[in-house]
């Protein structure tokens, strides 16, 4: 069965950096496309970064040049490094497994781990 | 980037009941629509994908229809587990894969 275990959240201030792992179980990180999703305290949800198994990486325009997606083959991690944080920035972030041919949904989804930004 | 929105925002009904659930796209998003379900505290759930593919595992009584720019997600009879919000998604245009706000069902 397929896992997703995100750990590395934490409060940081405004300005500083933290980087996101999502461990996988079941299927290989380096296989297929990955994504990071975030959920501001009770809001809905917005996508943050991708990755394909190609290795092209794709980021949504308010994490531009700030954030980094990443993976580990060996340790069948992926990871985001999420730098110049802002009190925005504060969500439950969740890592993705995108499915499909051409057109990719998000199929199986980690547990989530909380960011909080705030001085 | 294309724009997902539901209506209505809040769904008040009963157990037993019908509920319909619409998502418009600001553009056609061909049938490259998922639905997920998110209950309080938890992760999010796909419920439906390619508009109207059940996942592994989701009960029969929920069905999904719809093409190009409206979508319909319908929960033939409420169950308690089913009270939770629902959100849709369009995965065709990319970057960014965009959400809709969400819709609430609730218990009338």
């Known amino acids: 069965e397929e896992h997703l275990v995100e750990s590395g959240g934490g409060l940081v201030r405004p300005g500083g950096s933290l980087r996101l792992s999502c461990a996988a179980s079941?299927?290989?990180?380096?296989?297929?496309?990955m994504s990071w999703v975030r959920q501001a305290p009770g809001k809905g949800l917005e996508w943050v970064s991708g990755?394909?198994?190609?290795?092209?990486?794709y980021y949504a325009d308010f994490v531009k040049g700030r954030f980094t997606i990443s993976r580990d083959k060996s340790k069948n991690t992926l990871y985001l490094q999420m730098n110049s944080l802002r009190p925005e920035d504060t969500a439950v972030y969740y890592c993705t497994r995108d499915s499909g041919f051409l057109y990719y949904y998000m199929d199986v989804w980690g547990k989530g781990t909380t960011v909080t930004v705030s001085s | 980037e294309i724009v997902m929105t539901q209506s209505p925002a809040t769904l008040s009904l009963s157990p037993g009941e019908r509920a319909t659930l619409s998502c418009r796209a600001s553009q056609s998003v061909s049938n490259n629509l998922a639905w997920f379900q998110q209950k309080p505290g938890q992760t999010p759930r796909l419920l439906i994908y390619?508009?109207?593919t059940r996942a592994t595992g989701v009960p029969a009584r929920f069905s999904g229809s719809g093409s190009g720019t409206e979508f319909t997600l319908t929960i033939s009879s409420l169950q308690s587990e089913d009270f939770a919000v629902y959100y849709c998604?369009?995965?065709?245009?990319?970057?960014?894969?965009?959400f809709g706000q969400g819709t609430k069902v609730e218990i009338k």
């Open positions: 990755i394909y198994n190609d290795g092209s990486t």
């Open positions: 390619g508009a109207s």
């Open positions: 998604q369009q995965y065709n245009n990319w970057p960014p894969w965009t």
């Open positions: 079941g299927f290989t990180v380096s296989g297929n496309y």
